[in-house]
């Protein structure tokens, strides 16, 4: 199950990405995550390892989580490792001339196949677009007034 979600802020990328990869500020702008934790020592770059216990419909999942592309203000990748959140994301940003473009994507593995595919693709899809949507309108939202306190 794949979705993208994108975004505008009025922020410069530099910006958007320390708010972005400030991990433990996460919960600040995305709504489905309770707290983020660091379990390496790195915090930045290929390896960096975070648990977030995230609200999926109600229940406490363990999203554990690895940076496997880490391109400076540009992309964070990760692979999800838990048990029940399996997959690919990343954050993309790009200047657009009046700000950033934030651009992330999930590619989640569903559980129970070709069922699991169509129950996600056809239920859980659209409230995931909406929480993602509203999620990285808060992430502009935070760079932008970050962005305003430094001028």
């Known amino acids: 199950m794949r979705l993208e979600v994108d975004v505008r802020s009025a922020a410069p990328r530099r910006t958007v990405w320390e708010v972005l990869t400030h991990w433990e500020r996460q919960p600040e702008w995305m709504l489905d995550a309770k707290e983020v934790h660091v379990l390496t020592p790195e915090r930045?770059?290929?390896g960096v390892t975070i648990r977030c216990p995230t609200n999926l419909f109600g229940l406490t999942v363990q999203d554990v989580m690895r940076?496997?592309?880490w391109e400076d203000e540009q992309v964070l990748e990760v692979?999800?490792?838990?048990k029940i959140i399996t997959g690919t994301g990343a954050f993309e940003l790009s200047d657009d001339g009046e700000g950033t473009l934030i651009h992330w994507w999930e590619e989640i593995d569903p559980p129970l196949g070709a069922l699991g595919e169509w129950g996600a693709s056809t239920f859980v899809l659209p409230i995931i677009r909406?929480?993602?949507t509203r999620s990285l309108g808060n992430l502009a939202a935070l760079a932008e007034q970050e962005s305003a306190a430094r001028a």
Request: glycine residues 16%; hydrophobic residues 30%.
């Open 44 to 46: 930045t770059g290929e």
């Open 67 to 69: 940076v496997t592309r």
């Open 130 to 132: 909406r929480i993602f």
């Open 79 to 82: 692979t999800h490792l838990g």
